[in-house]
């Protein structure tokens, strides 16, 4: 069955970088678009990013623009986003999901921004 396996949180100063790592499975990765999406404590989910089945086109929330870069290797099923330049207002649980996809969401992975 799909499945998506987010990793790469953690806890980190204002100014600072982590790099989110997921692992998708159980469907044909190459295919499809992928998301990055958070929730932050206390609010709704949102859309972070997303990324083509190909990697060439790439979109982003405003407040992340500049800051934050998607990424995917298809040979390897994984999906990347790369932050830096973090800000109190990034922490929340990050997760990935699948374009036309409307089953279960993964565990998701944790970032912390704080001093």
Do not use: H
Not at 39 to 66: C, F, H, M, T
Not at 74 to 81: E, Q, S, V, W
């Amino acid at each position: 069955q799909v499945q998506f396996v987010e990793s790469g949180g953690g806890l980190v100063q204002p100014g600072g970088s982590l790099r989110l790592s997921c692992a998708a499975s159980g469907f044909s990765f190459s295919l499809y678009g992928m998301r990055w999406y958070r929730q932050a404590p206390g609010k709704e989910r949102e859309l972070v990013a997303s990324i083509s089945s190909g990697g060439d086109r790439r979109n982003y929330i405003d407040s992340v623009k500049g800051r934050f870069t998607i990424s995917r290797r298809n040979a390897k099923n994984t999906m990347y986003l790369q932050m830096s330049s973090l800000k109190s207002d990034d922490t929340a649980v990050y997760y990935c999901y699948r374009d036309s996809y409307f089953g279960s969401w993964g565990q998701g992975t944790q970032v912390t921004v704080s001093s």
